[in-house]
């Protein structure tokens, strides 16, 4: 089993900050890209932002200069730093990882719960 558990969501004014995190748990044995993707109301689902083991990261253009992703191999955690939140960037926030779960095993695609992200005034 692997469980995903973010948190860190909530509603914050426009221009303000907020902290996402996702801690992977359960039988792992090698996580590679972690992602965090984000879903608003009647939108697709879009990835945000996502970062690989080797610590190259990729940002959806409307978050560039404002979202820093980053990830501690060691607690098996990814973070997503929002910065200048706009009312646009409100939406449900879930994390994926892809996950070996054992050294002979396959990667699966693992999603968290999702969070919510508000940002109202």
């Known amino acids: 089993q692997v469980q995903l558990v973010e948190s860190g969501g909530g509603l914050v004014q426009p221009g303000g900050s907020l902290r996402l995190s996702c801690a992977a748990s359960?039988?792992?044995?090698?996580?590679?890209?972690m992602a965090w993707y984000r879903q608003a109301p009647g939108k697709q689902r879009e990835l945000v932002a996502q970062?690989?083991?080797?610590?190259?990261?990729n940002y959806a253009d409307s978050v560039k200069g404002r979202f820093i992703i980053s990830r501690d191999s060691g607690k098996n955690t990814v973070y997503l730093q929002m910065n200048g939140l706009k009312p646009e960037d409100t939406a449900v926030y879930y994390c994926?990882?892809?996950?070996?779960?054992?050294?002979?095993?396959?990667?699966?695609?693992?999603w968290g719960q999702g969070t919510q992200v508000t940002v109202s005034s």
């Open positions: 359960g039988s792992i044995f090698n996580i590679y890209t």
């Open positions: 994926k990882s892809r996950i070996q779960r054992t050294a002979v095993g396959f990667e699966n695609d693992y």
């Open positions: 970062v690989t083991s080797t610590g190259s990261t």
